[in-house]
């Protein structure tokens, strides 16, 4: 079952070489990289300010990075059902909350995403201390008209 993996394993690096790197660790290295830019993140550009990630976290669809005025580091899962998204947006965002203690949660259920779809499950995490400036969304959707449905997590600087 494709999901009891992903959750199993939600924070897992898995890049060409397939080195494991997992849960707190994984994410410190993304938060770690947000103030210039993720430069260690970064593969080939595709866009202007668009890079594909030499990072993957376990299945998914797709991670790049951004660079710019803000930068963005982010990696999407596909789904069939809202409830296979929802359950990968709650094990990912229980896994941020407890590697980054003390930053300020906010629960963002029924706001618009970052596509401007409405979050059926999502919080985001807001930095502190060092990290002040630094924000991490984690959230599910689904497309309109469709039971397709997609996790996003977002590190933002």
């Keep these: ?57 376990d299945d998914a669809d797709d991670c790049a990075a951004k660079i710019g005025e803000h930068s963005l580091f982010y990696c999407a899962w596909g789904f069939d059902t809202p409830a296979a998204a929802n359950s990968l947006a709650t094990a990912l965002s229980g896994a941020a909350r407890q590697c980054l203690v003390g930053w300020t949660l906010e629960d963002t259920t029924g706001q618009k995403s970052s596509n401007n779809l409405v979050v059926l499950k999502g919080v985001t995490l807001s930095g502190a201390g060092a990290h002040a400036g630094t924000r991490i969304l984690v959230f599910s959707e689904s497309f309109e008209d469709t039971q397709e449905s997609q996790v996003t997590i977002e590190v933002r600087r």
């Design 1 to 57: 079952m494709r999901f009891g993996l992903i959750v199993a394993a939600a924070m897992m690096l898995a890049p060409a070489a397939r080195a494991q790197e997992s849960g707190c660790p994984l994410l410190q290295k993304i938060v770690g990289g947000a103030p210039a830019g993720f430069p260690e993140l970064r593969g080939d550009e595709f866009d202007n300010g668009w890079f594909d990630s030499q990072l993957y976290m």
